[in-house]
């Protein structure tokens, strides 16, 4: 069992920065790839950014690219999402993941490939 705990959350204007973080207990040796979803009231939940933590490859939603950077710190167990820019389309509820790349070995922004899930930090962001 892996155990996902997020903070961070918080209300901030347009244009302004928020790190989320995720910290990983458990058996954390099979959940090599770590990511953020995000599920804004009335739509379905979508990919933000994962990392595959064996080797720090990263990949973003087009929508976040340039403004948010997904890191890792692996003697923590914690992965952290830095968000700049903000703007009032990324308020949502962000939801931290984890599991193993899978057959593929690689790490995807598909929620259903993911079996572990944080409880959720809210962001809420004002024009």
């Known amino acids: 069992q892996v155990q996902l705990v997020e903070s961070g959350g918080g209300s901030v204007q347009a244009g302004g920065s928020l790190r989320l973080s995720c910290a990983a207990s458990g058996y954390t040796a099979s959940t090599n790839c770590m990511g953020w979803f995000r599920q804004a009231p009335g739509k379905e939940r979508e990919g933000v950014a994962t990392i595959y933590t064996n080797y720090g490859h990263t990949i973003y939603a087009d929508s976040v690219k340039g403004r948010f950077t997904i890191s890792q710190d692996n003697a923590k167990n914690t992965v952290y999402l830095q968000m700049n820019r903000l703007k009032p389309e990324d308020t949502a509820m962000y939801y931290c993941?984890?599991?193993?790349?899978?057959?593929?070995?690689?790490?995807?922004?598909?929620?259903?490939?993911?079996?572990?899930w944080g409880q959720g930090t809210e962001v809420t962001v004002s024009s």
């Open positions: 993941a984890a599991d193993s790349p899978g057959p593929s070995k690689a790490c995807t922004l598909v929620a259903g490939d993911f079996g572990y």
